[in-house]
Every structure is written in C-alpha cells, then in structure tokens.
C-alpha cells in the first residue's frame, strides 16, 4: 500500500499529506513531481492543496495540463482511487473529472475554521469509514471553495448520492452546501476541507484519520 | 490583407523565407462570468462606486481582457486556433463566458 502525492510548483499541503498518511497512519507515500508520469506501484493518488501554478488564470486551471495529470486520469479510469484536497478538488474539476466549478467566497473572505460536516458516504470508497449522516469536524482553509455548478446536474448529483459531504452551516456560499463530491463510481473524491489537518491528536480532531486509512480496508 | 512584406529590412536570404513570412494577428479574448454565476468582486467593487460619489451604477462584474498575439497563415486558422485556447485554457465554459476579437495583422519585426 503506498500512496502517490502529487506535487506542483506551488503545492504547500503535500507534506502535511505525508505526515497524515506515513506518520500518523502508517502508510507508505511517494512524492509526485508535476512532470512525472510512473504510477507504477501506487495504490491511490493524492492531489494536495495548494496554489498550483500560482493559481494564474484560474484555481487549478494550468496544473490540468500538467504530465503526471494524464497518468491520473488514465489512473481514475483504471478505477484507481484518486483524492483532491481543496486545491486538488479545484483541479478535479478542472479536469472533467468532476463536474462543476470552485469560484469566489460569497463575502471574498479566505476563510481558515473548523467546519462541521455531514457525510453520505454512498458509493465513495474514500469515506467507507464514516457511517451515513455522520457528522464530523475538519479544517477548512480557502478564498475559492463556493461550488458551483447549473441546477440540473446538481439535482442528479444529489439523486446519486455524489454528495458526500455538506456543510452544516454554509461557509461560502456553496450551492447545494457542497463540501466535497464523489464520481458516481466512487473512486473520486474532491473536497475542499483538510481531512490530513485532522489526524494528528496534536493539531486538533482526529476526524480526518478514517478518509485515508480507508485505503488500508 | 498584406501575406507578405514587401521591402523588409535585412539580408533577405536570412529573413524571408520563401518571401512569405507567416503573418502576426493580434487578438483580444474577453472573458467574463456567466450571468447566473454570483461575483462578489463585482458586487464589492459596485457598492465601493457609491462611497467614491459615483451614483447610478446599477450593475458591475468583473472579467478578464487577454491579449494575444498568434502567427498563422491566415485569418481564419488563427481565429479557429484561440477559439480552442479560449475553450480549453482562458475560459472554463462551466462558469464563463468568453468572445474573441481578432484584429489585423501586425507586421513582422524584421530580426
């Protein structure tokens, strides 16, 4: 079991990541340089938060035409699970890999609080840990992270249970209080709190721990 | 619409290729938000109008104006070429808006 982290110019969660999976948990990692493309021997992809590319032009919008980010996606189709965090849900989206976009906090503010959360694990093979309508407490930490996207596919979003994650109490603005959205076949997960913030005892809730080892199955 | 330049400064064996340089087009791609998306930048900058005295402004969104510029052989490829740039990169179609406007062609510094 060795999970890859994707690492961008700009990326600054990658590490926090490796002491969630490696330190906390026990689990093997490997850096993935943005130019990279051997996801040989790697059981999961994780895409980190960040400021990939500087987040010119758009969050996430440059680093989808990044090398190892064609290997990710042949990866997700694969049925390989793949985990975007806050920027990397941005990237997600960017990719088509999930549907809809990341934009502007309702009131500009970056926002940087432990959120409340509901989770409908589904299908989404990375929340396999969590019992339905759980209710858990990760850090959220972003200035794009209102979702966005047109009423139709968020309506079959909720019908299928992509949803996997609402915000208690809406901290952005977010339609639909979307906080992270699987793929309907499960393996994909984007979302915009941390969970790798919340598995340390020493920096706060331990909530974020069942998100990764679930790989461990 | 000039394909080549006529008269251009320099050795020509080193600077006309086939005296046929590839023209240079200048564009500009507008990018702005869907109307149904909300921008608060927009908003911010609306309510900022009014304390700076400036009355009336009832609506204000906030986009993006790329320049670029494009060698192609002719106006119709550049245009089809960053129709695709503004498709696939500048714009992200899920929440924006994008038009293109393709100017003349600029002529070609000779090296």
Known sequence: MTIGIAVFPGSNCD???????????????????HEERDLRGLDAVVLPGGFSYGDYLRCGALARFAPLLEEVVAF???????????????????????PGALTRNRLLH???????????PGACRWLQG???????????????????????????????????????RNPNGSMGDV?????????????????????????????????LASLLG | MPRCLAGAPGLARFNNYFDQPVPRFRA????SLRPSVLDPAGEASRAAASRLGVEGITSLRIGKAIAVEIEAPDAATAHSRLS??????????????????LLDPIANAAP
């Open chain 1, 15 to 33: 590490r926090d990541v490796q002491w969630a999976a490696e330190g906390c948990l026990g689990i093997p990692t490997r850096f993935l340089w």
């Open chain 1, 76 to 98: 997700a189709a694969r049925g390989g699970p793949v985990l975007g965090i806050c920027n990397g849900f941005q990237v997600l989206t960017e990719l088509g890999l999930l």
């Open chain 1, 110 to 120: 970056f926002v940087c609080e432990p959120a409340q959360l509901v989770v409908q």
């Open chain 1, 130 to 168: 969590y019992g339905p309508g759980e209710t858990i407490s990760l850090p959220i930490a972003h200035g794009e992270g209102r979702y966005q996207v047109d009423d139709s596919t968020l309506e079959r979003l909720e019908q299928e249970g992509q949803v996997a994650l609402r915000y208690s």
């Open chain 1, 179 to 211: 906080a992270g959205l699987s793929n309907a076949e499960g393996n994909v997960l984007g979302l915009m709190p941390h969970p790798e913030r919340a598995c340390d005892p020493l920096t706060g809730g331990l909530d974020g721990r069942r998100l």
């Open chain 2, 28 to 31: 500009r791609v507008l990018v």
């Open chain 2, 84 to 101: 695709l740039l503004s498709e696939r990169l500048l714009a992200n179609p899920v929440i924006e808006n994008w038009s293109l406007e």
